[in-house]
Structure formats: C-alpha cells, structure tokens
C-alpha cells in the first residue's frame, strides 16, 4: 500500500531521540513553536508605511504640472441696487438669500418732503400769463369789432361823398351846357353886327358891347370848364377814399382814421399775444418737465436688473435712505466662476485657456473648468465688485477659472443651488516642472 503524510499546519517534523523505543527510522510530530509578535509587528509597520509612501508618491506624481490650491472660493459679480432719490424704503425682502426674477420689483422709496416751490413758482406763473392772455385776446375782439364798425362807416362816408361829387359833376356840366349856349348867341350877335358897323347901322359903342358880353361868355364857358375838371377829379378820388377841396388837411374821414389807428393798436395787440402765447407755451413745457422732476424726485421704484438671488440688504422697511445708499446687492448664481489664490512665485507657470480640476468643500465629485485670467490679489480686490474673495494671504496671485454651465443656468427661474461662497480644493494646469521644479526654485 501507498500512503501519503499531509503536514499539519504550525508543525514541524523533529527526529525522536536517541533514547525512546520508537522504532528505527521512524519519526514523529511535535507541535510548532509560537510566532514571533515583534517580527509581526514589524512587518505590519513596514507594509502600513509602504502604502502611505506608495500613496504619496502617486499623489506626488499625479500632481506633476498641476498648481494645488485649498484657498479657493466660487464667486460672481454682483449687481448694486442703489437708491436714486432720498426718501423712506418699502417693500424690500425680509431675508437674504431670496430668489428674484427679472424687472421684479424689490422696493419702494418715497419721499413726502420733496422741494416743489420752483413748481408752485412755475404754475402761478403760467396763470399770470393765462389771464394777460385772456385780456389781450378780448381786447382784440373788441378793436376788430370797432374796427369793422369804423370801415363801415368810412364807406357809407365814401359813398355818400362820391355820389354829392357826381351830382356836382352833374349840375356843373349841365351850367357848362349852358354858357356854352350863351357864348354861341353872343357870338352869334356879334357876327350879325359885324357887317352893319362898316355901313354905319351899328354903333361903335353897341358893338362894343356885344365883343363884351361874347368875351365874358367865352370865360364863363373856360371857368366852368375848369371847375367842371375839378370836380370830376375830385369826385374820382372820393370814389376811391380819398378827400380834397376844404377838408382841414386831412385826406381822410374820421372813420377812415380811427380805423387807422386801431390797426396800428392790434398790430402791437397781436405782436403782445404772440409774445405772451409763446410764454405760456414755454411755460407749460418748464411746468411738465418739473412736474416730471418732482415725480421722480417724490416716489421711485427699484426693479431687478437681471434674475439672480439677494446677497445683501443694505436697508429694512420704514427705514430713511439717501440719494445713492444701497438698498441691496444681487449675484446671478448663474454667472459664477472660482477665485483661486495660489503662491506669486507660480504667476507665470498657470496656463491661461487650460482646463483646472476642483472639488466642492464636502464632495467627491471631480469638476473641470477653463482658466480664464490670473491677477494680482490687490488689483482684483480694488474692483469691490465680487460677491466673495479667497482669503486674504501675503504673496498670493488669484486665477480665475470658468465654472461649468449646468443644463437650466440660461433659465430666470431656475432652482438649481446657489453655489456662491463654497470653497473648494483646485489643480490648476501648470506649464513648469511642478514638484521638482518647485524644489529647484526653493534651494536656488
């Protein structure tokens, strides 16, 4: 037969001694001796060691090219909401943190003690000006009624004395008619005379008489043709307005001069109404711009810029604020980006435009994001206009990395969390020889 020993575990084959009865050749088992607990102990240092080494250097070796910072915060720009007129706020919200959609109204500033005197000055004026308006426009109605009323009259004047100068055209005409027949029958007798005074008939004496009374026919019939002309001049004038002959040397009726006057009165009448239409004009115009003004400076709301959510409260209801005093501050927690304080040392050695790690404060979850920009610490806090900076460390720079855009970031209304002033841990992409390279600037 065949057999096979299987060893026992912690035993050992040991040679019988000498001195037994075991048979010769045989052999026995005896029980293993105790491990040695220091040894164990040692060996379990060792491989503990080994593994935080192990650890370390792949820590070590995946931060080659890479700028580790814990110094690092998600922040924005934030939107200040300002006061524009001074006056006591209302309405604003009663706690930070509060979503705000877009043109919302977020308060309300009203100001009772606003200065209107220049308004009460301005409306006064206007009604000045609208009563010496209303008088010049009723004193031109009455001179345009005189005025029609006295070119009445300046007719009826005309008429009546063109027609008195044609009868007197008339009735001298026909007194024309007949000294010209007077002097046709002085003439006449003349003639006949004429051959009875050679002959001795006639007496010199007689025919005298007959040239003289012919001669004064003949001016008869000349006065008359005279006056005739005259009054037909005059009566030709008189149809057209104009007076001659005895009329105190004035061309004109009285109607026809008052008329006169009145026109010279409303031409400095409509010269005074335009003057005062234009100023109440003007006068409106100043009037609304200040009633405007006086609006604006009475009551004005503050709206909301752009979606975002209160960061800050600058005021409570019932309070009074100033001209330009911040009423609150909002970030847009879709707009945010990470400030990442690193050593000054490694200002040249961040890539611009590569693409950084980081990890939020109490996650595991891996996040990348573009570097944008990296700055001097100072320069970047002069702006004032973040919502929240890394702390404050003595030779530091800040980089800027873009946050990733989540699927509803473009949305007003969106419910994601706000992750403004989360820290968070960075690598930033590096173009030096990151660890060795550190070491190597630090001993030279």
């Known amino acids: ?32 001796r105790p491990p040695d607990r220091k040894s164990t102990h040692r060996i379990l240092k060792i491989a503990i060691a080994a593994g935080i080494l192990g650890a370390g250097g792949a820590a070590m070796l995946s931060g080659q090219g890479k700028i580790a910072s814990n110094n690092a915060v998600i922040s924005t720009n934030f939107v200040s909401l300002r006061t524009p007129i001074e006056g006591i706020v209302s309405g604003l919200p009663n706690r930070v943190g509060s979503m705000v959609a877009r043109s919302a109204l977020i308060a309300h500033i009203e100001n009772p003690r606003v200065n209107d005197e220049h308004l009460v000055d301005l409306r006064e ?32 004047h005309t008429k009546v004395n063109s027609e008195r100068l044609a009868s007197l055209v008339e009735e001298a005409e026909k007194v024309m008619a007949a000294l010209t027949v007077k002097q046709a029958q002085a003439q006449n007798d003349v003639d006949r005379r004429l051959s009875l005074e050679t002959s001795g008939i006639v007496t010199k004496a007689e025919m005298h008489k007959l040239r003289s009374t012919l001669e004064a026919a003949r001016q008869d019939v000349a006065a008359q043709a005279a006056r005739l002309a005259a009054l037909r001049i005059e009566a030709k004038a008189a149809a057209q307005g104009v007076l001659t002959g005895n009329t105190g040397g004035t061309d004109k009726s009285y109607s026809a001069q008052r008329a006169d006057e009145i026109a010279i009165e409303l031409s400095t009448l409509n010269k005074t109404i335009s003057t005062l239409t234009a ?20 009551s004005a709301d503050i709206v909301v810029p752009s979606a975002g959510m209160i960061w800050k409260l600058g005021a409570a209801d019932g309070e009074r604020l100033g001209t330009g005093d911040m009423a609150a501050d909002i970030v847009d927690c879709n707009a945010a980006f990470l400030l ?6 490694r200002f040249s050695d961040v890539e611009i435009g590569g693409i950084a790690q980081f990890r939020l404060s109490g996650e595991r979850t891996e996040h990348t994001g573009a570097v944008l920009s ?13 919502a929240v900076m890394p702390l404050d460390e003595p030779s530091t720079v800040i980089a800027t990395v873009a ?31 990151g660890i060795i390279d550190q070491i190597l600037r630090r001993v030279f």
């Open 279 to 298: 100023e109440a004009s003007e006068t409106k115009s100043r009037l609304s711009a200040e009633q405007r003004r006086i609006d604006l400076l009475r």
């Open 374 to 386: 990296v700055t001097g610490h100072g320069d970047l806090a002069q702006g004032e206009h973040y």
């Open 340 to 345: 990442v304080s690193i050593p000054q040392d």
């Open 403 to 433: 946050m990733p855009r989540t699927e509803n970031s473009g949305q007003e209304n969106s419910t994601q969390e706000c992750l403004i002033g989360r820290s968070a841990r960075v690598l930033l992409p590096a173009t030096g020889g």
């Open 125 to 156: 004026h206007q009604t000045r000006v609208a009563a010496d308006l209303k008088s010049g426009e009723a004193n031109r109605a009455a001179l345009l009624n005189l005025q029609t009323d006295l070119v009445r009259r300046d007719a009826i």
């Open 1 to 32: 037969m065949f057999f096979r020993k299987i060893p026992l575990p912690l035993q050992e084959l040991i040679p019988a001694p000498a001195g037994n009865s075991a048979p010769s050749g045989a052999a026995r088992w005896l029980p293993a």
